[in-house]
C-alpha cells in the first residue's frame, strides 16, 4: 500500500524557518518525483515545487511565490523528501500535502500538516 | 502561467442526478488535465488523468472528456458520498490547479 505521511509542522513567526518532512512507503521511492501542494485556508491548491528521482538527477523546480525560500530534498535511504522553507510570511499559511508525481498528475497524496506563518 | 477556471463555482443537485462540471484552461493543455475530487478535512483524490482515464479504484459513473482547453468531468449519477469539491489540474506548463466545484446536496 502506498503511503506518504508528512511531519514537521506548526506555528512560526513571520521571517522564520521551518522543515517539513514526507516519509514515503509502498513504492520505489528513488525512481518517483515527490511534488509540494499546499492549500490555504480550505481553498485553491497552490503547487510549490517538486524533485524529481534520481534517474532524473533529483532537478528540482519551484513556483515562483516561493522560488529562492523554499528547498526540496530527497535522502533515498530513509524514503523521505524535505521541503526547507525560509523567510516564512504570513501569505505561507496553509495545508502542505506531499504528493507523489506520475508525468501528468498527482496519484497519491499525503494527509497534509498545517504551517500557521503569525506573530 | 497556464489559468483554469472551473464553472460552476457551486452545483446544487440531488442524489442520483447528473452532474457536469467544467474546466476551460487559457491556452490549451492538450490533453494534460486532471481531475480530483476532496472532501472535507482530506487530501485530494485523483479521479480521472489525461482528460479521459479513469484512476484506479475510480467507480464508472465519473468521466472526463474535452481536449486543447475545454474539459468536462461527469458524475452520471450522484450517490451521496459524491459530494465534494472538485478540481482541475493541468500539466502541460508547470502545474496549476482550478480554483474548485463545489458539489453540494440541493
Known amino acids: 500500500e502506498v503511503q506518504l505521511v508528512e511531519s514537521g509542522g506548526g506555528l512560526v513567526q513571520p521571517g522564520g524557518s521551518l522543515k517539513l518532512s514526507c516519509a514515503a512507503s509502498g513504492f520505489t521511492f528513488s525512481d518517483s518525483a515527490i511534488h509540494w501542494v499546499r492549500q490555504a485556508s480550505g481553498i485553491g491548491l497552490e503547487w510549490v515545487g517538486h524533485i524529481r528521482g534520481k534517474v532524473n538527477n533529483y532537478a528540482t523546480a519551484y513556483a515562483a511565490s516561493v522560488k529562492g525560500r523554499f528547498t526540496i530534498s530527497r535522502d533515498d535511504s530513509k524514503n523521505t523528501a524535505y521541503l526547507q522553507m525560509n523567510s516564512l510570511k504570513t501569505e505561507d499559511t496553509a495545508v502542505y500535502y506531499c504528493?507523489?508525481?506520475?508525468?501528468?498528475?498527482?496519484?497519491?497524496w499525503g494527509q497534509g500538516t498545517l504551517v500557521t506563518v503569525s506573530s | 502561467e497556464i489559468v483554469l477556471t472551473q464553472s460552476p463555482a457551486t452545483l446544487s443537485l440531488s442524489p442520483g442526478e447528473r452532474a457536469t462540471l467544467s474546466c476551460r484552461a487559457s491556452q490549451t493543455v492538450s490533453s494534460y488535465l486532471a481531475w480530483y475530487q476532496q472532501k472535507p478535512g482530506q487530501a485530494p483524490r485523483l479521479l480521472i488523468y489525461d482528460a479521459s482515464n479513469r484512476a484506479t479504484g475510480i467507480p464508472a459513473r465519473f468521466s472526463g472528456s474535452g481536449s486543447g482547453t475545454d474539459f468536462t468531468l461527469t458524475i452520471s449519477s450522484l450517490e451521496p458520498e459524491d459530494f465534494a469539491v472538485y478540481y482541475c489540474?493541468?500539466?502541460?506548463?508547470?502545474?496549476?490547479f482550478g480554483q474548485g466545484t463545489k458539489v453540494e446536496i440541493k
Open positions: 504528493t507523489r508525481g506520475v508525468l501528468t498528475n498527482f496519484d497519491y
Open positions: 489540474q493541468q500539466r502541460s506548463s508547470w502545474w496549476t
